[in-house]
């Protein structure tokens, strides 16, 4: 199930740690980030090191814990410590994403979480072979197949940008 986050406030320390765990990030702009574990004397426990490290690189991570760099609005999602940045709610919005990816077929849901997270810790042959896989069984659930076929003749909702 995909794990959507809406962020306000202090978003530091095991907050920003709880956060990274999140598939989608949506921040106001009281929003900020931090991780001042270093300037207290202590080490972050919570998965920082790797999580926040997939989501900003290993340079912007020993930043924030070595010198409490904090980051928020425009320059938090241009890092990619968040993915949406709203002027209003982040509740509304975070809700808004959560029903759109609730019209998704469940299976596609598990398959698409859980096959980003395994693929990064594979060789590109078996990520590639592992996907193929997955593709193999979330696309032929009758659902998919029925949602392939209004896409094929034209009857499903059109891509379009907002």
Do not use: W
Not at 2 to 16: D, K, W
Not at 32 to 41: N, T
Not at 137 to 154: E, G, M, S
Request: proline residues 3%; contains cysteine.
């Amino acid at each position: 199930m995909p794990i959507i986050a809406s962020l306000q406030g202090a978003v530091v320390g095991g907050g920003l740690e709880l956060a990274s765990s999140a598939h989608v990030r949506v921040m106001d702009r009281t929003a900020y980030f931090g991780l001042p574990e270093g300037q207290r004397g202590l080490f972050t426990g919570g998965g920082a090191t790797i999580r926040v490290t997939d989501l900003i690189g290993k340079a912007r991570t020993l930043d924030m814990m070595l010198t409490g760099r904090l980051y928020k609005e425009e320059d938090a999602v241009e890092v990619g410590l968040a993915q949406y940045l709203v002027d209003g709610s982040a509740f509304e919005r975070s809700l808004a994403l959560a029903k759109r990816a609730a019209e998704n077929l469940p299976l596609s849901n598990f398959a698409i979480c859980s096959a980003v997270s395994h693929a990064r810790n594979m060789s590109a042959m078996d990520a590639a072979y592992a996907e193929a896989c997955v593709a193999g069984v979330v696309n032929t659930q009758p659902d998919a197949r029925a949602r392939l076929a209004a896409f094929a003749d034209k009857s499903a909702r059109r891509v379009r940008p907002e």
